[in-house]
């Protein structure tokens, strides 16, 4: 059992940035592809970004390539998710979630991913 807790999130303007890091439980933590969803209100959650175990294969939504930046440190067990020129259709609850494949890769399913986060809400303004 892997618990996943978020935080960081928060109001900022647009053009601005936010880190948000996600801290998980448990000693094989090196072992979970990670990723970061987001779901607006009326909206279906949609996949963010995602680093594969070792942290060599990332995979980027179109909507956040260039901008955001995901990163992992399996000595501390935790996840990070930089982002910078936030836009208002950032605006979204986001949720860190890990999948136990067995695989050096990114799955961006919601279906695939096995725990998840409570969710930290980021609010772009503009």
């Known amino acids: 059992q892997v618990q996943l807790v978020e935080s960081g999130g928060g109001l900022v303007q647009a053009g601005g940035s936010l880190r948000l890091s996600c801290a998980a439980s448990?000693?094989?933590?090196?072992?979970?592809?990670m990723a970061w969803f987001r779901q607006a209100p009326g909206n279906e959650r949609e996949f963010v970004v995602g680093?594969?175990?070792?942290?060599?294969?990332?995979y980027y939504a179109n909507s956040v390539k260039g901008r955001f930046t995901i990163s992992r440190d399996n000595a501390k067990n935790t996840v990070s998710l930089q982002m910078n020129n936030l836009k208002p259709e950032d605006t979204a609850v986001y949720y860190c979630a890990a999948d136990r494949t067995t695989l050096e890769l990114v799955r961006i399913s919601t279906d695939l991913y096995d725990y998840w986060g409570q969710g930290t809400q980021v609010t772009v303004s503009s």
């Open positions: 680093i594969s175990r070792s942290g060599g294969n990332t």
């Open positions: 448990g000693r094989i933590f090196s072992t979970y592809t």
